[in-house]
């Protein structure tokens, strides 16, 4: 009933419109010259794929994060899969970064019940589908035991990081000496990256690289 009540608010807010429609009919390869993707290094090993300011960019993330929109995961995924497939042939070769997890940032679990969903896991289970899995073990080792605060309601970096503080808990048996790749729809001053990858190297994972959709 909540999820309901939420997509009819979400409707009203956000009403769907023929850009949603372009969207969930458009392959990756439109989509990425569309929007003239280019990789964007937003920190150290932290990797964005499109500017978030772009209308097609924000729709889509929209239809991902509010709406679940399976068909945008879809497409998103297909354009994130390109971009990471494409930086892991020039990047593990240098870095022994072989046979990583992938690792979508878990929500609160009040968070995700509320929602119904974790726009963060669509992607990732989509990026699985494309290839049947061989290139990557997907893992949910990484968790978030705190409902923190929407990092859109906290204006610093400093801020950000504080709130997130100890939002994350990652099993040690899972992800103790292996390589990471966290997924996430949008990253602003990469303060969920930081923490959630502070957290997996404190279990002892090897190497953590996030990539997100967008910036």
Known sequence: ML???????LDNIFPRKALVRELERMDAFSFAARVKGA????????????????????????????????KVARLLATALYDELMGFLEEYAPLTNF??????????????????GFN???????????IDGGKNFTLSFALTKCKDTESQT???????????LTGCFTA????????????????TTTGATFLEARRTLLRAGARKVIA???AH
């Open 3 to 9: 999820l309901v009540m939420f997509q009819f608010l």
């Open 39 to 70: 990789m964007l290094y937003v920190g150290k090993e932290t990797i964005s794929c499109f500017e978030y300011q772009n209308p097609l960019v924000r729709q889509a993330i929209i239809e991902l994060k509010y709406r679940g929109n399976k």
């Open 98 to 115: 072989s046979e990583p997890l992938l690792m979508p940032i878990p929500l609160s679990k009040k968070r995700e019940s509320e929602r």
């Open 119 to 129: 726009q963060c896991r669509l992607l990732a289970d989509a990026l699985l589908n």
């Open 153 to 163: 309601k906290v204006n610093s970096r400093t801020e950000r990081l504080s709130n």
């Open 171 to 186: 099993e040690q048996s899972v992800v103790g000496r292996r390589n990471i790749i966290l997924i996430d729809d949008v």
């Open 211 to 213: 990539f997100a959709v």
